[in-house]
């Protein structure tokens, strides 16, 4: 599949590189506001001076949209109603009516409209997805998340803390890889309770620790946690708990538990996993290496969907990211409240 690329910045860089690993893909257009991205890409990419003009082209099948979040509604708009297939970056959008308006227009244009939640292709969650869905954890009970970094520290630009662009804090920048892993993992969110905190940096609206207890469809309980005030640096753990054993990813590094036990009292069975060729790959070329891994897992997905092949896929839907901002969204309502907040059913 010909993709075209908006947004050539640090995650765009890695699509690029994820784009050229791929055995499917081929990286065929780009648009960027900054003109001198043309110099730093290949001489068979085609280069454009708007992103309208990108998507009205014929110079691509599909777009990956990996700009600031204030501009995901306009672009990925455009690039569906000029025939393309869409993968948008993590957050969807900054705002859920924008959400809505990208998921009314995909539908409207019967094309795809993914959301960059390349976590769920991370070998320590196919770990723990694996030992739910297999039945080796026994009924799901509950889920148990943190995603954290060090926040003001992290940041190359301001926009990156701004609510207006954002649409938030902490939760809609790195807690919505971790809140979509939850709601992937427990199979869908009804309500939310949630505080939202601006104690430490004190920025406008914007909060540095987050928490959740989301309650699923299926009854399954979850707790979340993000923060932008994470001292020893970017990481995140997902556990979940069912009725014959729990299974543990955490990252970085990359490691796995699953404890299972075949009837109540019993004996333990234990299975770590390191990841050693992730951990000394990361090591010696960077994280990076890890994401370009899932992003091609992703675009492998994101492909078949294409095609009408949903079974087996893992990849977050523009439905799973509307529900990502949803349940944001929702955590910042309780926290002013005090209330908890139920979900619309139809979206
Ligand atoms: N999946 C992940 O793990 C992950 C990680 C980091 C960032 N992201 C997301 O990716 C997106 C981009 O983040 P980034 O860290 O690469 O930012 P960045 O600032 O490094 O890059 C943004 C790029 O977009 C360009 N740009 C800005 N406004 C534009 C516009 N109106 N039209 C076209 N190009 C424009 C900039 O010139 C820059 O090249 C954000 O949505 C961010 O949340 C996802």
Request: hydrophobic fraction near 40%; charge should be negative; include cysteine.
């Amino acid at each position: 599949m010909r993709f075209g690329l908006i947004g050539v910045g640090g995650i765009g860089r890695v699509r690029i590189k994820a784009l050229e690993q791929s055995a499917n893909c081929s990286f065929t257009a780009v648009y960027d506001i900054d003109k001198s991205i043309k110099d730093t890409v290949g001489k068979d990419v085609q280069v454009f001076d708007s992103f309208e003009a990108l998507a009205m082209s014929d110079a691509c099948d599909a777009v990956i949209i990996s700009t600031p979040p204030n501009f995901h509604l306009d672009q990925a708009v455009a690039c569906l109603e000029g025939g393309k297939h869409v993968i948008v970056e993590k957050p969807m959008a900054s705002s859920l009516d924008e959400c809505k308006k990208m998921l009314e227009t995909a539908r409207k244009e019967n094309k795809t409209l993914t959301v960059g939640f390349n976590h769920r292709y991370f070998d320590a969650i196919k770990t723990v997805r694996e030992a739910i869905q297999s039945g080796d954890i026994g009924e799901l009970s509950y889920i148990r998340a943190y995603g954290g970094h060090t926040g003001l520290s992290e940041f190359k630009a301001p926009w990156m803390y701004d609510k207006d662009i954002m649409g938030g804090g902490t939760m809609m920048d790195n807690g919505i890889h971790v809140l979509d892993l939850t709601q992937h993992l427990m199979g869908g969110v009804k309500s939310v309770y949630g505080f939202a905190l601006t104690d430490i940096w004190k920025l406008d609206r914007s909060e540095d620790n987050g928490f959740a207890l989301l309650r699923g469809n299926n009854g399954v309980v979850a707790s979340l946690h993000s923060s932008w005030t994470e001292w020893k640096g970017y990481h995140f753990s997902i556990e979940a708990y069912g009725s014959k054993g729990m299974a543990r990813a955490y990252y970085a590094p990359m490691m796995s538990t699953v404890i299972t036990m075949e009837h109540k009292g019993g004996p333990k069975k234990t299975k770590r996993n390191f990841y050693l060729p992730a951990i000394f790959r990361e090591k010696f070329k960077g994280w990076q290496t890890t994401v370009i891994q899932t992003f091609v897992d992703e675009l492998d997905d994101f492909i078949a969907l294409t095609n009408g092949k949903s079974e087996g896929a893992v990849i977050a839907n523009a439905e799973d990211g509307y529900r990502a901002i949803e349940i944001v969204n929702g955590i910042y309502e309780s926290s002013k409240t005090g209330s908890a907040v139920v979900l619309d059913e139809n979206i």
